[in-house]
């Protein structure tokens, strides 16, 4: 029962397990030990659509990439399911059902298939977006800034759903909500999820190429 995808768990143990992956998250933003799949789709997502990570890390875990020795070394932190490994069978039944791309993006992957990964479709090697922090604080000031940035952002994309990245950059540099690029790579996603949409914004239309 606790591998089947979409299985609850009682409230209080989905709220223990959604406390333990957040403060997994907080170690890892400044370890980097662990990558999630969803902050490698979102930073190197292209504007004209002719990469789709998240569409690359899908393929990638379903033929094998991310295994060693016939075993998966993608971790799945989901807060209705205790901690288990994304395998292939796994996926493939998620696609199946249709339970969609959200799945993925609670998977997270060690640095070294992050880096095996880059070298496998030639994009550059260890950029300084995913290097540990080792003194990385967020003051409560900042804290306070990109909650309002959350919050604002969140309420305009209610009924602007398909708002672009860069477009919310710079919406919120108008709005007087000038975060820097680290800072607005929390609240992008933060925000994405209050308006009730996936964190991930889905694939646009690709622009046709030149003739």
Known sequence: MANTPGWESPEPARQRRAAQIE??????????????????AEYYTRED???????????????GEFEENGHSLVLFLHPTLP??????????NVI?????????EY???????????LA????????SHFQPQKSYR???????????????????????????????????????????TRAFDRVWPEARERAGLERIAPPGRKRKSPR
């Open 23 to 40: 403060r997994f998250k907080e170690r890892q933003r400044k370890s980097r030990k662990w990558l999630n799949f969803a902050e490698i």
């Open 96 to 104: 199946k059902c249709d339970w969609g791309r959200p799945y993925l």
């Open 138 to 180: 967020v003051s409560s000031t900042k804290a306070r800034d990109e909650s309002a940035a959350i919050k604002a952002l969140a309420s305009y994309l209610k009924s602007n759903p398909q708002m672009r990245r860069v477009e919310a950059v710079d919406w919120c540099h108008e709005h007087g909500y000038n975060s820097g």
């Open 107 to 117: 998977c997270w992957i060690p640095w070294r298939l992050f880096e095996r990964w």
């Open 120 to 127: 496998r479709h030639r994009l550059p090697a260890s950029p």
């Open 49 to 63: 659509q002719s990469i789709l990570p998240i569409d690359l890390l899908a393929r990638d875990l379903l033929v």
């Open 83 to 92: 901690p288990t490994r994304m395998t292939r069978e796994w996926l493939k």
